[in-house]
């Protein structure tokens, strides 16, 4: 555990994110230009879907497959409920913005994925291919489940129809993306990917590097200017990725998953969403604070995961797995 915990936190990924955390704590002018960060981000999401994709094409559909896609969607639709009641009670929030927090922590982030499946790769237990639709398919459950806790209350005449969220979860960007590259990999197959490779492989790793110094800066500065976060709030922001991160490790590991796709299964359930909720939110829940739920999931939840959450998450895969985490 003390070896996985040193690779993870010594992997230049999160060295570059703990960098432009320092940077923007001593308020260093250091910024990446907008246009560039999302680059970026347009970049290694269809990194990720291409190569994904090409990897199912490769191994096919099987059991495991159905199998893991099946425990994102139900963990995306269950673990709001769990975190709504959390934030209800101890976190002492109302039932609108306890919904749409918790919409949050049920859904994912991408980039904490992206990094998760870098560093599991340098651990020699890179995850299946498969999992990037896993993460796809866990996004509209859990804002439909958010949604449903967040109106419990018949609050909101100004909250949008189901029909136009769901269209706003569906042609969210960050979706699109992901569910179109990964349909283009597992259609094109290794073959097809061969001429692409060079372009979506070569810069993956500087690309991811850059990216995360930026997360860091965009995550610090906000913590810093944060005026609606108390300290209940941050510690459940803190709770819940660890709770949902051991019972999405569990499961994967009852299902039959590998320690690498059991413990980005865990990395899913333990990350709070940032792009596609928060746009859903605003759209379905606009009388919901932002100022709570992005400085929740991005400032505290996501540095959290990064620095430390990942590390734990793979040393319980491997102990689950009875101590050997290697792909074969």
């Known amino acids: 555990m003390l070896e996985t915990a040193i690779q993870t936190f010594t992997s230049p990924v999160v060295l570059f994110f703990v960098l432009g955390l320092f940077a923007a704590f001593v308020r260093s002018d250091l ?161 097809g990917f061969t001429d692409v490779a060079p372009f979506f492989e070569a810069g993956f790793k500087g690309v991811l590097c850059i990216f995360l110094l930026d997360m860091g800066l965009i995550a610090m500065r906000r913590i810093m200017d944060a005026r609606a976060i108390t300290w209940r709030l941050t510690l459940i922001a803190i709770f819940l990725p660890l709770v949902n991160g051991a019972v999405g490790t569990a499961l994967g590991t009852v299902i039959g998953l590998d320690a690498g796709s059991a413990a980005a299964l865990g990395v899913l359930c333990a990350s709070a969403s940032y792009i596609a909720v928060p746009a859903a939110m605003r759209l379905a829940l606009p009388e919901a604070d932002p100022g709570i739920y992005l400085t929740m999931s991005l400032s505290i939840t996501f540095p959290f995961n990064v620095l430390i959450n990942i590390g734990l998450i793979s040393a319980f895969a491997v102990l689950l797995a009875g101590g050997s985490g290697a792909v074969p």
């Open 31 to 191: 910024a990446i230009p907008e246009p560039i960060a999302k680059a970026m981000s347009l970049y290694l999401m269809a990194a990720i879907g291409l190569k994904g994709g090409v990897a199912v094409a490769k191994s096919g559909i099987d059991a495991t497959v159905l199998s893991a896609l099946g425990a994102g969607i139900a963990a995306g639709f269950i673990l709001p409920f769990f975190a709504f009641a959390v934030l209800k009670s101890f976190g002492r929030l109302d039932r609108l913005n306890s919904g749409a927090v918790a919409a949050h922590y049920g859904s994912i982030s991408v980039v904490t994925f992206v990094t998760a499946v870098e560093i599991l790769t340098g651990q020699a237990r890179e995850p299946g291919g498969y999992m990037v639709a896993v993460m796809a398919a866990m996004e509209a459950p859990a804002i439909l489940s958010g949604l449903l806790l967040a109106r419990g209350a018949g609050s909101g005449s100004g909250t949008q129809s189901s029909g136009e969220m769901l269209h706003e979860v569906f042609t969210n960007s960050s979706i699109m993306l992901l569910l179109g590259a990964f349909v283009v990999g597992l259609i094109g197959g290794p073959l």
